[in-house]
């Protein structure tokens, strides 16, 4: 995809977190995506999570623009959207 470094510095510069639990491991769940490119990203939610946090972090190194994304995991939560709202509010609260 072609994107302007301006669209990138924009991106990267944003305020943006990755919350993932880390119990969310299975390979198997009955809505993670099963497409060939799906699992290029990872075998599962955290790995992919985590994997697309790193290639931030490297795209932000490579490109030398600042980076203000936070990675945080959650223990012993997996697919759990109650969990995990309660786990990224304090994030997504801070600035109020």
Not at 15 to 30: Q, R, V
Not at 65 to 83: G, I, K, L, S
Request: proline share 5%; hydrophobic share 40%.
């Amino acid at each position: 995809m072609n994107v302007s470094n301006e669209r990138i510095k924009w991106f990267l510069n944003l305020k943006g977190g990755i919350f993932l639990g880390d119990a969310d491991n299975d390979p198997k769940h009955h809505s993670l995506p099963a497409m060939r490119k799906a699992k290029k990203q990872g075998k599962h939610r955290f790995e992919r999570g985590t994997n697309f946090f790193n290639d931030l972090v490297n795209l932000g190194v490579e490109s030398k623009m600042p980076f203000r994304w936070r990675y945080q995991t959650v223990p012993d939560v997996a697919h759990e959207n109650p969990a995990m709202s309660l786990a990224a509010s304090s994030f997504l609260l801070e600035d109020l």
